[in-house]
T-cell receptor, first 112, second 115 residues
Framework: AQSVSQHNHHVILSEAASLELGCNYSYGGTVNLFWYVQYPGQHLQLLLKYFSGDPLVKGIKGFEAEFIKSKFSFNLRKPSVQWSDTAEYFCAVRGNTDKLIFGTGTRLQVFP | ETGVTQSPTHLIKTRGQQVTLRCSSQSGHNTVSWYQQALGQGPQFIFQYYREEENGRGNFPPRFSGLQFPNYSSELNVNALELDDSALYLC??????????????FGPGTRLTVT
């Protein structure tokens, strides 16, 4: 069965700090990978996605993620966070079924 | 602006009752997926509808059922509500076909509270 693990449940950073959120998945076949963000009081929004090609994917708001197939990982990064990045971040994977499997989420708090 | 809308925004029901949640997909999308997001958890896949037929189901009992209409809008029905059904219910629409999968766009959700 497919599964997604997000090891960081709660991350607290100061503005301008660098961010890396871990995401590992378990599935041996071809995958589509996603990072979604949920700002306070708002709906889930797509940050970035990987379908194929360049394993380094750039998304909105300065976020990027790297797909490392050998490690079954798709970690999210941002060189310098802002207070407005405070949100819940979800990694999701789709394998050979039609459903998205989400991780439990990482709550990011950025202090000015 | 994702274009996916859901109604109602909030709902309070009593254990044993039935509820219907509604979703209008984004223009041009033909597929709707429903998710349950319990407090502090990631969304859990309930089922997906493609061209008015169920096209995949997660680990949810049969009392969770759905419909998709010709205009691709969708309903989620839950019978015999239980306290554990209290959650945010998310609808997501996407365009699928010809072996291609595209990203899902989420609506704001319906917050269901079962007392």
């Amino acid at each position: 069965a497919q599964s997604v693990s997000q090891h960081n449940h709660h991350v607290i950073l100061s503005e301008a700090a660098s961010l890396e959120l871990g995401c590992n998945y378990s599935y041996g076949g071809t995958v589509n990978l996603f990072w979604y963000v949920q700002y306070p009081g708002q709906h889930l929004q797509l940050l970035l996605k990987y379908f194929s090609g360049d394993p380094l994917v750039k998304g909105i708001k300065g976020f990027e993620a790297e797909f490392i197939k050998s490690k079954f990982s798709f970690n999210l990064r941002k060189p310098s966070v802002q207070w407005s990045d405070t949100a819940e971040y979800f990694c999701a994977v789709r394998g050979n079924t039609d459903k998205l499997i989400f991780g439990t989420g990482t709550r990011l708090q950025v202090f000015p | 602006e994702t274009g996916v809308t859901q109604s109602p925004t909030h709902l309070i029901k009593t254990r044993g009752q039935q509820v219907t949640l509604r979703c209008s997909s984004q223009s041009g999308h033909n597929t709707v997926s429903w998710y349950q997001q319990a407090l502090g958890q990631g969304p859990q896949f309930i089922f997906q509808y493609y061209r008015e037929e169920e096209n995949g189901r997660g680990n949810f009992p049969p009392r969770f059922s759905g419909l998709q209409f010709p205009n691709y809008s969708s309903e989620l029905n839950v019978n015999a509500l239980e306290l554990d059904d209290s959650a945010l219910y998310l609808c997501a629409s996407s365009l699928e076909g010809r072996g291609q999968f595209y990203e899902q766009y989420f609506g704001p959700g319906t917050r269901l509270t079962v007392t």
